[in-house]
């Protein structure tokens, strides 16, 4: 009799143990699930916020894509080559493409060459001779010619400046479209997680 007693309270010690772990269990999957849910909601949330006031940025900027074959008959070879015919002329906000901003920055950097004769920032001297009106060296009292600082490395300056911010827009656009596919992603571990936990609380 004393046997018979010990072993059926064995077995309901394991036998409650079993359905404590059972409710622990759904329980864990339960909080993972809302959690991925919380969590995948809020990225995409605040990944569209971070898109919607890219593209307000850039519409405030009022920047329009260029055209390629100009009024006068010439002919704009960075924008023919960066820019599809279909966004010609169009201002860069209503492209809704990030890689609108990327097509803006190479015509800007082309320009920028064309204006340099083909030479970057590092490639142009700090300095260069000052000529005079008929274009000859100017040289001063001790011999030398006389220096002045080079003008055109200003154009790569300003040009820089523009370059790295539409850059900027570029990498910051494309963030939020990855935290935004993050979220979705996180959304949907989190239902399948519930999908799998709720039909265990129905089992007894």
């Known amino acids: 009799m004393t046997a018979l007693c010990y072993n059926k309270g064995i077995k309901y010690i394991l036998n409650k143990r079993n359905i404590n772990m059972h409710k622990y269990f759904i329980g864990w999957i339960i909080l993972i699930a809302v959690s991925f849910i919380g969590a995948g909601t809020l990225m995409a949330v605040q990944g569209f916020q971070?898109?919607?006031?890219?593209?307000?940025?850039?519409?405030?900027?009022k920047i329009a894509l260029g055209v390629a074959e100009k009024a006068d008959g010439t002919r704009d070879e960075a924008v023919a080559e960066f820019v599809p015919a279909v966004y010609q002329g169009k201002p860069l906000a209503e492209a809704k493409l990030p890689d609108a901003l990327?097509?803006?920055?190479?015509?800007?950097?082309?320009?920028?060459?064309?204006?340099?004769?083909?030479?970057?920032?590092?490639?142009m001297p700090r300095t260069i001779p000052k000529l005079d009106e008929a274009g000859n060296q100017i040289i001063g009292e001790d011999g030398k010619p006389v220096m002045m600082l080079n003008a055109a490395r200003d154009i790569w300056t300003q040009s820089t400046t523009l370059q790295s911010a539409l850059l900027q827009g570029y990498m910051a656009w494309k963030l939020s479209e990855l935290v935004m596919g993050l979220g979705a992603a996180f959304i949907f571990m989190g239902l399948a997680a519930l999908m799998i936990g709720m039909p265990l609380t129905r089992r007894k």
């Open 50 to 61: 971070a898109q919607k006031d890219v593209k307000a940025n850039v519409a405030a900027e």
């Open 102 to 123: 990327l097509w803006q920055r190479e015509i800007i950097r082309e320009h920028t060459l064309t204006s340099t004769k083909g030479l970057t920032f590092a490639e």
